[in-house]
């Protein structure tokens, strides 16, 4: 990837900023409180469509309904998406389900149902309340819009435990045309992903073919959403789906086209905040840990070792308590699996040295201290063996984790 910067962030911009893309949300009754719990986004033509799915081997019903749909052509003008019940482990009826979402939302739209896309998000082996739901999708396109307010709606209603939405939204030039990359996700908790995040939605108007577009969707995914972690669990319902509607005018990308470059950084970028958002807002979390992993003997070492170290149930207490016991990161590292030379790491805490060739050097105690109570905590391993990097994301490990966990379907 190039180093200099090819993209513009826009900082008011969400999934309906690209151009063919609406969306909505409205609260149909499969959660307690009065938030949305039923979103859409819609494209105007059919969009050329890419997704990435959980590893976990029980595979909730809307993520086999959407894999299934693609498989079998690749284009999309609509996802569906309910929160508040994940419509997993739920046998028969929970696939029937699915697929009534699927073709109730493609009749109300107007669209064959093979365009139509679905996802869930909450509660495990609870049948959905369709009922609420065919009633929700039955006025969902008269709540779909093209403005902001229409992707705020659509972000409110994929949230669970999340104490906020995730947003991220950037432009740049193809072909001298503009093109907007977009982007929506939801995640806070039962967040390990080995492909993507909990629900993370991109939307896009540049020319892209599918082939393409899933190629780059797991390769971006790769140093993004599967370099986070909350609390080391794949959920059965993990999903991103990208949809690319080609209405800017640029011609179709390929790997040799002169502009390729620029579209990987923005949709990495996109990605990265998203992932970094779900990080930060980690159930019961106070902070984000960004660890950073060099000289590693190849970037997949480098990856491990980062995301066993922001996976340490003991390095996040640490990080909760403001203690600088780099002893606990030390130990995540040699646990790693990859290749380490015990006599050459060096660790920092931010820009406090605590290690050097693997040895402890003095620091100020008290200074650490100061900087393990900021909000964001920086975690830098040298292993000094080789050009491997990575950087993976996490957060803190407090007493409101287990408080929200140890209630959650109450």
Known sequence: ???????????????????????????????????HDLGVIVCDVP???????????????????????????????????????????????????????????????????????????????ELLKMDRVNSGIAELPSRVLGDAQGSDDFCQAILTTDLVKKVSCVTLTLDGQQ??????????????????????FVTTDAAIGTPLLQELLREVTNVSFNMITVDGDTSTNDMLVAM????????????????????????????TELAKAIARDGEGATKLIETTVVSAVSDEAAQAIAKTIIGSS??????????????????????AGQPVNVGTVDIRLGDIPVLEQSRPVPFDEEMALEYLKTGTIGIHVNLNMGSGTATAWGCDLTYDYVRINAAYRT
Not at 51 to 78: C, I, W
Not at 83 to 104: E, I, V
Not at 255 to 264: I, M, Q, S, T
């Open 179 to 200: 093109v907007t990359i977009a982007g929506a996700a939801k995640g806070s908790g039962m967040i390990h992903p080995n492909m993507a995040t909990m629900l993370g």
């Open 314 to 335: 003991l390095v996040k207490s640490a990080v909760y308590g403001a203690d600088a016991n780099w002893g606990r990161i030390i130990a995540a590292v040699g646990r």
């Open 1 to 35: 990837m190039g180093k200099e910067k090819q993209y513009t962030v826009l900082p008011e911009g969400g999934i309906t900023t690209p151009k063919g893309f609406k969306a909505g949300g409205l609260h149909c009754g499969l959660k307690k409180t009065d938030r």
């Open 47 to 125: 969009a050329a469509a890419a997704a990435v799915y959980t590893t976990n081997l029980f595979q909730a019903a809307p993520v086999k309904v959407t894999r299934d749909t693609l498989s079998e052509g690749g284009m999309l003008r609509a996802i569906v998406v309910n929160s508040g019940n994940a419509n997993a482990c739920t046998g028969d009826q929970g696939d029937a389900d699915a697929r009534t979402m699927q073709a109730n939302m493609a009749e109300a739209l107007g669209i064959s149902k093979n365009q139509v896309a679905v996802a869930s998000t909450g509660v495990i082996g």
């Open 244 to 271: 690319a509607s080609g209405l800017a005018g640029n011609r179709e990308l390929t790997r040799n086209h002169p502009d390729y470059e620029a579209f990987v950084q923005g949709l990495r970028h996109v990605c």
